[in-house]
């Protein structure tokens, strides 16, 4: 099937940890994201990135880093996790055609820090 | 800045006809409309563009009032299936899709 897909679905782990989530999407897009939704369903963007290019870094602690190793894998990495980290973490991809880049969201992954 | 979604929250019964709308109080290049179900990732439902284009589902409509900067999403013969929380996303200039998001309209729709 073509999608985007997302490693762990479900990651419980203890404060201090480190912990990653990999994303890969097989749709031929260029450009994938990172998105935290909070308890409350607040959907924000972390990250971005353009053919493995780093194109979109919002106010998010060093602690979380992305890498990219290709343009159909956008990883996510979070040291020394904390309790406020717990959110799903959606990756997305777009592949602009024209004026249009609707993003397409994997399934998620639900972090809860312990 | 952050969109504002009204109303928070909606019910219907079947049949019945909704809009949600999302306002900016800065310019805005696009919105873009996402579905997401409890527990499931958003899905696409439209894009709307300064200048009136626009690219989205059949069965879905809106309407970008770039004087007011706000838009609206129409949902009209609601299905059992339309239930979920409807985010906007806006883009301000064109920012390699960079989408900041509403806080959610929650959907129900009863039989």
């Known amino acids: 099937d073509t999608a985007v897909s997302q490693t762990p679905k479900y990651l419980v782990t203890q404060m201090g940890n480190d912990k990653s989530i990999k994303c890969e999407q097989n749709l031929g897009h260029d450009t994938m994201y990172w998105y935290k939704q909070d308890s409350k369903k607040f959907l924000k963007i972390m990250f971005s990135y353009n053919n493995k290019e780093l194109i979109i870094n919002e106010t998010v602690p060093n602690r979380f880093s992305p890498k990219s190793p290709d343009k159909a894998h956008l990883n996510l990495h979070i040291n020394s996790l904390e309790l406020g980290d717990s959110a799903v973490y959606f990756c997305?991809?777009?592949?602009?055609?024209?004026?249009?880049?609707?993003?397409?969201f994997g399934p998620g992954t639900r972090l809860t820090v312990l | 800045q952050q969109p504002v979604q009204s109303p928070q929250a909606v019910i219907l019964r079947e049949g019945e006809d909704a809009v949600i709308n999302c306002s900016s109080s800065k310019a805005l290049y696009s919105v873009h409309w996402y579905r997401q179900k409890h527990g499931e990732a958003p899905v696409f439902l439209m894009i709307?563009?300064?200048?009136?284009e626009q690219k989205g589902h059949e069965k879905i409509s809106a309407s970008f009032n770039e004087k007011k900067q706000q838009s609206s999403l129409y949902l009209t013969a609601s299905q059992l299936s339309y239930s979920g929380t409807y985010f906007c996303?806006?883009?301000?200039?064109?920012?390699?899709?960079?989408?900041?998001f509403g806080q959610g309209t929650i959907l129900t729709v009863h039989p």
């Open positions: 709307l563009l300064k200048g009136g």
């Open positions: 997305a991809s777009s592949h602009p055609q024209g004026p249009y880049n609707e993003q397409f």
């Open positions: 996303g806006t883009e301000y200039g064109t920012s390699y899709g960079k989408l900041t």
